[in-house]
């Protein structure tokens, strides 16, 4: 009943006070405002991929009208770039790989803009090609440029509970009704703890509600229910630990004044100085990646050219045994063609070696963000939310993987036909489609 009596006190009390409805009524639109940037972009994502794969249709019955329905050996002119050799028509096929938005990007935009969502494959190909980005973007999102609801929910939260929370039990030291309070409740810091609950309570309903309303602006019936229960569940920790952390400060201090300054001090602390203290250290003990392995290959791969047949045979026979019993390998008259065609496989190699300096290095700088964790909460609530929503850095790292992936098929796949002669047709060209999906 003492509980119920203080929760009616402090919503009468919340009502009269217009300052306090408009903090929560601003931090609303905010939300909504950023659960529909979010929605935007999910839709505008879904979309740019529907156009990509109807032209990736279209592009492919062309190429089977123009060359495959025809005799080739009578049609074809310009014999260099032949439809029917394994490699022009893998160096031509139109193939894309792309990072599915997912629905519950809506509450998190995360990495979502830093990044490609569609990568044109070949087999000349790289995950860090110029078409994605090549370092890890803001490893601790401390200048996020897209408003967001997690953007709204991680630094605009705590500004709201701090006005919410401001004026407790100072207003009535300052008035002299304290003692009056302390006679009628059994314990003063109980009768802060239920006032503050009160404030709490109804921001994470206020949550609640928005997040309710994000799941009916895009497919999130497609989410798991253990996703709702996920972001729940971190909203309620997040509002709690906030809570916690002015809790203390009400507890102790004896003004209003006071009381907003050493709240003020923790937000500004938590949200922005300890971050950004982190984010300096970072760039003086881990300085950005140029991509200076990638920059090399570009010469070791001139240097591989070079190199006399032999050696390059050699390469390819560790790197593809089945070539040593192809029916190409003992003709001399097709090998060297085939041979010269192959080297995009041992350029591949060269690509991945480098890449795993350059990802040792990225983990290393995500490995060193991740031990601070515990001094910058906010840092930590962020990649929850991202991880949530698959927009968090390591969901793109595994789009990379899966590029990567593509890549590997296609030479592979060329490799074979290359050696062993095969002439690309139309049913060949039909069977590229099905191995070059990533699910294949």
Same mark, same amino acid.
């Given at each position: 009943m003492i509980i119920f009596n203080i929760f009616l006190f402090e919503w009468k009390h919340f009502?009269?006070?217009? !300052?306090?409805?408009?903090?929560?009524?601003?931090?609303? &639109?905010?939300?909504?405002?950023?659960?529909?940037?979010?929605?935007?972009?999910?839709?505008?994502?879904?979309?740019?991929?529907?156009?990509?794969?109807?032209?990736? =249709?279209?592009?492919?019955?062309? %190429?089977?009208?123009?060359? !495959?329905?025809?005799?080739?050996?009578?049609?074809? =002119?310009?014999?260099?770039?032949?439809?029917s050799s394994p490699y022009w028509a893998i160096r031509q096929f139109p193939l894309y790989h792309f990072k599915e938005p997912s629905p519950a990007m809506v509450y998190s935009i995360g990495q979502s803009e830093q990044y490609g969502y569609y990568k044109k494959i070949t087999f000349n190909s790289s995950p860090y090609d110029s078409d994605l980005s090549e370092e890890i973007a803001n490893p601790e999102r401390l200048q996020i440029g897209t408003f967001d609801f997690s953007f709204a929910l991680l630094y605009l939260l705590p500004l709201t509970l701090l006005i919410l929370f401001y004026n407790i039990k100072s207003t009535e030291i300052e008035q002299g009704f304290m003692p009056l309070i302390e006679v009628q409740n059994s314990s003063k810091k109980i009768w802060i703890l239920?006032?503050?609950?009160?404030?709490?309570?109804l921001i994470f309903f206020v949550n609640i509600v928005l997040i309710i309303y994000g799941s009916l602006l895009t497919n999130t019936y497609d989410l798991t229910s253990n996703f709702f229960g996920y972001i729940?569940?971190? %909203?309620?920790?997040?509002?709690?630990?906030? %809570?916690?952390?002015y809790l203390v400060v009400l507890i102790g201090s004896k003004s209003?004044?006071?009381? %907003?300054?050493q709240m003020s001090t923790i937000y500004l602390s938590l949200a922005f100085i300890v971050p950004g203290i982190i984010h300096q250290a970072l760039s003086i003990s881990k300085p950005p990646n140029f991509m200076i392995e990638l920059i090399d290959v570009r010469d070791q791969r001139q240097e591989l050219y070079d190199l006399p047949s032999d050696i390059i045979q050699s390469q390819l026979n560790v790197q593809f045994p089945q070539i040593l019993d192809s029916p190409i390998y003992g003709d001399s008259s097709k090998s060297e063609t085939v041979r010269s065609q192959s080297m995009p496989a041992i350029v591949n190699e060269l690509k991945k070696e480098n890449i795993k300096l350059i990802e040792k290095e990225v983990q290393s700088r995500k490995g060193f963000i991740g031990r601070f964790? &515990?001094?910058?909460?906010?840092i930590f609530f962020q990649n929850r939310f991202n991880l949530l929503s698959e927009t968090h850095f390591d969901n793109y790292q595994n789009y990379r993987d899966e590029i990567q992936i593509l890549i590997d098929k296609q030479i592979q796949v060329m490799i074979d036909d290359l050696w062993s002669g095969k002439i690309v047709d139309e049913e060949r060209y039909l069977e590229y489609v099905n191995f070059f999906s990533f699910n294949n």
């Open positions: 009502i009269r006070n217009p !300052f306090k409805v408009i903090a929560v009524l601003l931090f609303i &639109i905010a939300c909504l405002y950023g659960l529909h940037n979010g929605a935007n972009l999910y839709h505008r994502q879904n979309a740019e991929i529907k156009k990509i794969d109807q032209r990736i =249709v279209g592009e492919r019955q062309k %190429t089977i009208e123009k060359y !495959f329905k025809k005799d080739i050996s009578i049609t074809q =002119v310009n014999r260099s770039r032949d439809p239920i006032r503050a609950s009160f404030y709490s309570i729940f569940f971190y %909203t309620f920790f997040y509002i709690l630990l906030w %809570t916690v952390l209003t004044l006071l009381n %907003t300054l964790f &515990i001094l910058s909460p906010v």
